[in-house]
């Protein structure tokens, strides 16, 4: 069992960035593969970035490569997603998932944070 939580969301304006992280308790950190997810109003939950456990690989999707990041600090039992170049179509509640691989697909992912809105403005 792990539990996850994330922080750091909040408003930007196009162009700007922003850093959003998931800590972790509970099993061992390292034990699982990490992902970020986004929902926008009215779309399904879709896939962002991943991280294998030790960090050796890292996926994005195509929207934001080029501008978004994901790391971890499995010292810290956290994972971070750097975003840079916001624009309004990334506003969405982002989500953090482990997971027993690196997958984009939600069904590899066996926990779930409660999410964080990241707001975008033009």
């Known amino acids: 069992q792990v539990h996850l939580t994330e922080s750091g969301g909040g408003l930007g304006q196009t162009g700007s960035s922003l850093r959003i992280s998931c800590t972790a308790s509970?099993?061992?950190?390292?034990?699982?593969?990490m992902g970020w997810f986004r929902q926008a109003p009215g779309k399904e939950r879709e896939f962002v970035a991943g991280i294998t456990r030790f960090g050796g690989s890292t996926s994005r999707a195509d929207s934001v490569k080029g501008r978004f990041t994901i790391s971890r600090d499995n010292a810290k039992n956290l994972v971070a997603l750097q975003m840079n170049s916001l624009n309004p179509e990334d506003t969405a509640v982002y989500y953090c998932a482990a997971g027993r691989l690196l997958s984009a697909s939600r069904t590899d992912y066996d926990y779930w944070g409660q999410g964080t809105q990241v707001t975008v403005s033009s």
């Open positions: 509970g099993h061992s950190f390292n034990s699982f593969a």
